[in-house]
């Protein structure tokens, strides 16, 4: 195993080891409440389930953040405080997934069934995902309230979940369940959908908790961030959409649904604007219906106009452009630095899960 390696893996672990502790505070907490023994059975593999798993990206980047703006290594006191911050974006996505899927009729997430696939679980997924939003609030309450930033942490949490929100709005409304009107697609919609249901979220979210941690408080160092991070955000959503299509399940630990469930994703946008009109009828009469024949049919348009070909052309301009962005930044002590967002890149560039 190479030091990189070596180094990465031991970094996770470190990170990792800190979510026993705080899922042992929230049992604790409401074990206090007077709680039955089979509820906090309940919470505990709410927890289990759908926290862990991940990759942890989102989690990871605010300690990897915090630690560049901070110039070295973390107190004991700030990693443990920058890898709660990290679970609790960590807890965000569960709850997003868990809702999420129910929404899209999925089937499998990180490798397993999704939650409300599992035997007794079902609806009460939803339960159980508004549960690890509550998880969050606690948290920071317990751990934050004293520290001056306190009410900025909450108001990006409060802001994220809603723009997200906004985003999984779009995505369902321009393709709603069992109504096929291809014209309803663009590649406009699938950038809104990008910044608003991922980009906020999984980018911009874990470095502006860091930097509100770090002490940084110029209005315009967050604006520049969020002019880097949110470009981030949809090359990385894009990812998502041909990873959908193109990944190895036994590596992104999902199966494809985004051509059976009609979503207006960056694969069947680009393939209408470079389709000939037989190739379009195929994917008017096939895009978005639950049946493996149609699926086929529409991978097989896919592959004619060569979308592996356009996304690889696709992620290495917006590699280009993206890190255009990053030497643009004026580095200054106590303020925004490279390494932040070049870090954060590396962690999508030519990802393949």
């Known amino acids: 195993m190479s030091a990189a390696v070596s180094n990465g893996q031991d970094r996770r672990d470190r990170f ?53 703006l901070h110039g070295g290594s973390l107190s004991e006191d700030e990693y443990f405080k920058s890898a709660l911050l990290g679970w609790c974006v960590e807890l965000l996505q569960a709850f ?5 899927d129910i929404m899209d009729f999925s089937i499998t997430r990180r490798g397993q069934p999704c939650w409300y696939k599992v035997e007794g679980v079902g609806m009460l997924a939803i339960r159980d995902a508004f549960m690890l939003e509550g998880a969050i609030f606690h948290l920071l309450k317990s751990h934050f309230r004293k520290e001056p930033y306190y009410v900025d942490l909450l108001e990006l949490f409060h802001e994220t979940t809603f723009q997200t929100e906004l985003g999984q709005l779009i995505d ?9 009107d291809l014209d309803r697609f663009s590649l406009s919609k699938v950038q809104l959908i990008a910044i608003y249901k991922s980009a906020y979220f999984s980018c911009y979210l874990p470095v ?33 959409d041909y990873l959908d299509c193109y990944g190895v399940p036994e590596r ?12 207006c994703s960056w694969n ?11 190739q379009r009828k195929v994917l008017d009469e096939n895009y978005g219906r639950k049946d493996a024949v149609c699926e086929a049919k529409v991978k097989k348009v896919f592959l ?14 917006s590699y280009e452009k993206i890190n255009g962005l990053i030497n643009a930044i004026n580095e200054t002590p106590g303020g925004l630095k490279r390494d932040v967002f070049r870090a954060f890149l590396a962690k999508l560039y030519k990802r393949t899960k």
């Open 304 to 317: 004619a106009v060569d979308i592996p070909g356009k996304y690889t052309v696709y992620e290495q301009e």
């Open 208 to 240: 502006a908790l860091a930097m509100h941690m770090a002490g940084i408080k110029n209005e315009a160092a967050f604006k520049q961030a969020q002019d880097i991070l949110i470009p981030i955000g949809e090359y990385g959503q894009v990812q998502d």
């Open 172 to 180: 369902l409304i321009t393709a709603p369940e069992n109504h096929f």
């Open 16 to 68: 990792t080891a800190v979510f026993p502790k705080l899922k042992r505070e929230l049992l604790d907490f409401v074990t206090a409440q007077g709680f039955p023994v089979d509820a906090i059975s309940c919470f505990q593999r709410n927890l289990d389930y759908n926290v862990l798993g991940g990759k942890l990206i989102r989690g990871l980047s605010v300690v990897d953040t915090r630690e560049i």
């Open 96 to 100: 997003f997934l868990v809702y999420d």
């Open 268 to 278: 069947v946008n680009v393939a209408l604007a470079n389709c000939t009109p037989d």
């Open 252 to 263: 992104t630990g999902k199966i494809g649904t985004d051509i059976l469930d009609n979503k």
